[in-house]
């Protein structure tokens, strides 16, 4: 399959291309962005064939799919283009910057396949949960959180091309709370559906040197459960973190890279088994490729619908947050 990228500025890129090339299922066409640094790397480590500065110049090269890792501003206009001309699109997460960006990708999405990658859907262990989370093991779900941190972007060592961005509110869409209470905001929607109510807070408390802010918490209201979506860029270390899913037999944390039970007779928790992802769902690119080939729509927590739930709830935490009150994610 003739696959092209369109942007370069997202540092996940790197490693989904190297899963595209892996898969032996994808010829690598066309890197398109206007860096030439990075589009020249792309031809250098991955053998691209073409590097362009333009999308418009991409069509006559006959792309059969596109990954659009450009900044969440950008991400509709890609989604777009490559659906007047027929091309599914795979981008990665969240959807876009704002909600009226992904209603936009979502009417393209009924036109061309459309897949919103979210890293943590590729979690063995984060599967896992969710598969028993929306059965009946843990009993009627009570509670959902998802916290998401580390020291920032720049201090993480992200290139200057991405961090730039997520610095940049109108490219972001926010800061922290667009970056990472996403995926808060995304394990809610698959497992527990559209909120009644949303509140926020935000801040800039520690990194003073950048725009926006570098923490945030999204919460999350239903009619018999709340869900918790955290977001930090000042957190020193890997914990806390994580996955927490509680209903009123059983709860499931992951710690230390185990999937954990906890209930009346298992305290301190016990250790679930986890069966390995399936061949043709173990990454991304490979999911939509395989779903390419079989001409079925990514589903679950990739489809561009929790996608467009999960911006619904992330506009409504921004909303939120300014007003100081509770905003209903329906009435957006």
């Known amino acids: 399959m003739r696959v092209a990228v369109v942007g370069l500025v997202h540092d996940h890129v790197w490693k989904l291309l190297e899963q595209f090339a892996a898969s032996g299922r994808a010829e690598l066409v066309a890197a398109v962005d206007p860096n030439a640094p990075l589009t020249e790397r792309a031809r250098r480590e991955l053998g691209f064939q073409h590097a362009l500065a333009r999308m418009d110049d991409l069509w006559s090269l006959r792309p059969e799919a596109i990954l659009c890792c450009t900044a969440n501003r950008d991400t509709a206009d890609v989604v777009e283009q490559a659906a007047a ?42 599967r896992h949960a969710l598969d028993l989370a929306r059965g009946d093991s843990l009993g009627s779900l009570y509670t959902m959180r998802y916290r998401a ?21 109108e490219q972001n869409g926010a800061g922290a709370l667009i970056d990472y209470c996403c995926y808060g905001s995304a394990l809610a929607a698959l497992v527990l559906g559209l909120p009644t109510s949303v509140t926020a807070v935000k801040g800039r408390l520690v990194k003073t040197d950048i725009p926006v802010e570098d923490n945030a918490i999204i919460l999350m209201q239903y009619p018999t459960a709340f869900a918790l979506a955290e977001a930090c860029w000042t957190q020193a270390g890997n914990r806390p973190g994580g996955l927490q899913i ?51 729509e990514p ?8 996608g467009l739930d999960a911006q619904r709830i ?16 329906a009435d957006l």
Do not use: T
Not at 149 to 169: K, N, V
Not at 253 to 274: K, N, T
């Open 85 to 126: 001309h027929g091309v599914p699109v795979m981008v990665e997460k969240p959807l876009a910057a704002n909600l009226a960006q992904a209603r936009r990708i979502a009417a393209a999405a009924k036109r061309v396949p459309v897949m919103c990658n979210w890293p943590v859907a590729w979690d063995a262990n984060i």
């Open 149 to 169: 941190a580390h020291r920032g972007p720049r201090e993480e060592g992200m290139s200057q091309y991405f961090w730039s961005w997520l610095y940049d509110a």
């Open 246 to 296: 509680l209903g009123h037999r059983a709860g499931l944390i992951i710690e230390g890279g185990r999937l954990l039970r906890v209930d009346q007779e298992h305290g301190q928790g016990a250790p679930v088994q986890v069966p390995p992802l399936p061949e043709g769902e173990r990454n991304g690119p490979e999911y939509f490729l395989h779903c390419l080939d079989r001409g079925v």
């Open 299 to 306: 589903a679950g927590l990739v489809s561009w619908q929790i």
């Open 314 to 329: 992330l506009e409504a935490g921004l909303l939120a947050s300014r007003s100081g009150s509770m905003v209903r994610p």
